[in-house]
Structure formats: structure tokens, C-alpha cells
T-cell receptor, first 109, second 114 residues
Framework: GQNIDQPTEMTATEGAIVQINCTYQ??????LFWYQQHAGEAPTFLSY??LDGLEEKGRFSSFLSRSKGYSYLLLKELQMKDSASYLC??????????WGAGTKLIIKP | IAGITQAPTSQILAAGRRMTLRCTQD?????MYWYRQDLGLGLRLIHY???????GKGEVPDGYSVSRANTDDFPLTLASAVPSQTSVYFC?????????????FGPGTRLTVL
């Protein structure tokens, strides 16, 4: 079956760096997405990786290793507003998104 | 403001009742999707539409139906609601020009079936 694994919850300190990991096993691969979802709100797009390597976008970076079925989202200079759930999703061979359950990130002052 | 709207925001429904969740986008996106989100689980695709006039089944289609009469609207109907359909429902859309287009989400409908 298809499976996306990410930690359920992480805690970090304001101003620090945190890395959220995602491992996947899917039927085919057409890219990996990261979304942010604040409590009670809709998911919003953060990043897309289809080739191996690091994509940097401001304070957020996303890394992909297709051979390892692995990605991470790196958040730098954490702010209180970064408290949210971070969703990893892989697009399979049918171009359908398979979603992880999300990682709830708690930022402490 | 461009984007996706969903209605209602929340609803409490008696089991056995029929319910239609509405979704409208004004971005002229070709593809639209319905997901449900349950605690501890990832978003699960219910139905999708790659273009107006076509629909397809996702991972969890049973008990739900959709239609896509035009580009903007993609309603989701529960013919006879059951308590297991209690969930948060998100509608999403993407340009549909390529299969890997980013999906943009509406604000969600919180549905409780008693």
C-alpha cells in the first residue's frame, strides 16, 4: 500500500531551527509537496520538490532524496506564527496526492 | 477576492438526511477536488474532476457523489448521511495544465452527523 510517515508532534523554541521529516512509499512519484495548516484553517502551499536536492524559499527550505523516499522541511528563525501543522504529500503515478497525517509544530517562547 | 469558497461553514445533520456541500472557485482552474480530513489521518480524496463535465473517484468515494456542470462549481452530495461521515471537508482546485499543479484549498466545511 501507499504510506506517508511523519512525526505526530514536535516542539521547538522561538528563534531556533527545526527539521520535520517525511518518509514515503508510494506507487510512482511525481513530486512531493509541503503544506502548512493552522488550526481550524485550510492547508496552504509551502513547497514542491520533484528533483533531488534542496529548495530554499526564505526561512523555509525543503529537501528531497528520491532514492531514499525521504524529504524534510527546514524552518529557520522560528516565529510564534509558525505554530501549525505541516503536511507532507506525494503525488503518485495517477497524479493523485497521498497525504501524511501531518506534524503539529509547537513553538515555545 | 479570488479564491475558493465553501458553504456552509459548519453543519449539524441528522443521520439519513441528504446534504450538499457547495464549492465555488473563481480562478478558472480546470481541476477540482474534494477531501475529508479526520483527526490522526491524512487528507483523503473523495472525488475529483479534471475538467468541467468529467468526474472521478478518489480513495473514499462511497456515500458521496459529485457533479461538475461548469468550471466554477463542484458540489459534493451525501445522499443519506451516516455518523462516520462526520469530518471536515475541504474543496481544492488546481490549474490542471499539468498533473503536478499546486492545489489550493477552500476554508472547509465542518460536518457533524448525529
Amino acid at each position: 500500500g501507499q504510506n506517508i510517515d511523519q512525526p505526530t508532534e514536535m516542539t521547538a523554541t522561538e528563534g531556533a531551527i527545526v527539521q520535520i521529516n517525511c518518509t514515503y512509499q508510494t506507487s510512482g512519484f511525481n513530486g512531493l509537496f509541503w503544506y502548512q495548516q493552522h488550526a481550524g484553517e485550510a492547508p496552504t502551499f509551502l513547497s514542491y520538490n520533484v528533483l533531488d536536492g534542496l529548495e530554499e524559499k526564505g526561512r523555509f527550505s525543503s529537501f528531497l532524496s528520491r532514492s531514499k523516499g525521504y524529504s524534510y522541511l527546514l524552518l529557520k528563525e522560528l516565529q510564534m506564527k509558525d505554530s501549525a501543522s505541516y503536511l507532507c504529500a506525494v503525488m503518485d503515478s495517477n497524479y493523485q496526492l497521498i497525504w501524511g497525517a501531518g506534524t503539529k509544530l509547537i513553538i515555545k517562547p | 477576492i479570488a479564491g475558493i469558497t465553501q458553504a456552509p461553514t459548519s453543519q449539524i445533520l441528522a443521520a439519513g438526511r441528504r446534504m450538499t456541500l457547495r464549492c465555488t472557485q473563481d480562478m478558472r482552474h480546470n481541476a477540482m477536488y474534494w477531501y475529508r480530513q479526520d483527526l490522526g489521518l491524512g487528507l483523503r480524496l473523495i472525488h475529483y474532476s479534471n475538467t468541467a463535465g468529467t468526474t472521478g473517484k478518489g480513495e473514499v468515494p462511497d456515500g458521496y457523489s459529485v457533479s461538475r456542470a461548469n468550471t466554477d462549481d463542484f458540489p459534493l452530495t451525501l445522499a443519506s448521511a451516516v455518523p462516520s461521515q462526520t469530518s471536515v471537508y475541504f474543496c481544492a482546485s488546481s490549474e490542471g495544465e499539468s498533473g503536478t499543479d499546486t492545489q489550493y484549498f477552500g476554508p472547509g466545511t465542518r460536518l457533524t452527523v448525529l
